[in-house]
């Protein structure tokens, strides 16, 4: 399979007591690593035994130590390297469990950088071979460039498994990705026609709304659609079916990435050929790993195995 990065980004990590806005705080502790959703997702793949081709768009500015750490985790890596320095997210983990996001903007890229991106990307697809991208685009990449991603993939004979957010998804839902993943506020941010600042919180009644926002989906003729709710769990809804599937009590250290992790572990159990069902209690299983580390996405195959079983069958 082909994981497709267009906005990396690094994760910058700050542990403290207490985030306290408008004051100078001192980190317990700092930590880096090479992220963006896709390379979440990838981290998923490879912790349920695939061999993912991962292409990332990456500013030339910090890119040295981004692509090396990624080679020195197994990850078989190609970037296709643009003017600029590569962005940067701070996330900050409070003792309480809050979390708070600030995502950077990226580098811009012009449409000849883009253009040579996809083209490379399409080249290298298979006949039937899927083809997965999360995330959001880099300023100088709008709505209709994912329009074009999503065709052009189709036509070069992939499967597009794309997560991307309620400001870029609704262009690309006419166009027809073969399989969507939102978090719930994304499904129905999408469906109710309102982009907003995403909520943490699930909120109440989770996993039915859930269900409601994969069956709309699919309405709107996408073969495949999970939507997934935190710990509350997931939904689905494709051609030959529907279903749920209750979340996992497990211990969160970094819940960054786990819906990525997520994608991974369901695509990768698609393409060995599981059936849907099993596939949804795959990527559940990743996910749930990937929250017990703190690498965003960073599952581990044996703790996969172990969060598989509980699961039982599909």
Request: with cysteine; aromatic share 4%.
């Amino acid at each position: 399979m082909l994981v497709v990065c267009p906005n990396p980004t690094v994760d910058r990590q700050v542990l403290l007591g207490e985030l306290l806005p408008g004051t100078v705080e001192r980190a317990r502790e700092n930590q880096a690593f090479p992220a963006g959703k896709s390379v979440s997702a990838a981290r998923g793949c490879l912790a349920n035994g695939a061999s993912p081709e991962v292409h990332v768009l990456l500013p030339r500015g910090g890119s040295a130590w981004y692509l090396q750490t990624l080679q020195d985790e197994g990850m078989d890596v190609t970037a296709r390297l643009i003017p600029g320095v590569g962005r940067e997210s701070i996330i900050v983990y409070e003792d309480s469990g809050r979390v708070t996001v600030l995502n950077g903007a990226g580098a811009r890229v012009s449409a000849g950088e883009w253009e040579a991106f996809v083209a490379a990307v399409c080249d290298r697809i298979p006949p039937g071979g899927w083809v997965i991208c999360s995330g959001s685009f880099p300023p100088g990449v709008g709505p209709e460039a994912l329009v074009d991603l999503v065709t052009r993939v189709a036509k070069a004979g992939g499967k597009l498994a794309l997560d991307t957010g309620p400001v870029w998804l609704p262009a690309a839902l006419p166009a027809r990705p073969w399989l969507i993943t939102p978090n719930l506020a994304e499904a129905e941010a999408v469906l109710s026609g309102e982009a907003d600042s995403e909520p943490v919180e699930v909120g109440a009644a989770a996993l039915e709304r859930a269900v409601k926002a994969a069956a709309a989906l699919h309405a709107r003729g996408i073969p495949e659609v999970v939507v997934t709710a935190g710990s509350a769990g997931a939904a689905w809804c494709t051609d030959d079916g529907s279903g749920r599937l209750a979340g996992l009590q497990v211990e969160v250290r970094n819940p960054i990435g786990a819906g990525d992790a997520f994608m991974g572990g369901l695509v990768s159990a698609l393409e060995r050929g599981e059936p849907f069902a099993a596939a949804v209690r795959w990527g559940m299983a990743t996910a749930c790993s990937a929250i017990e580390q703190w690498v965003p996405g960073g599952a581990v195959a044996e703790r996969v195995g172990l969060h598989r079983a509980r699961l039982g069958h599909a």
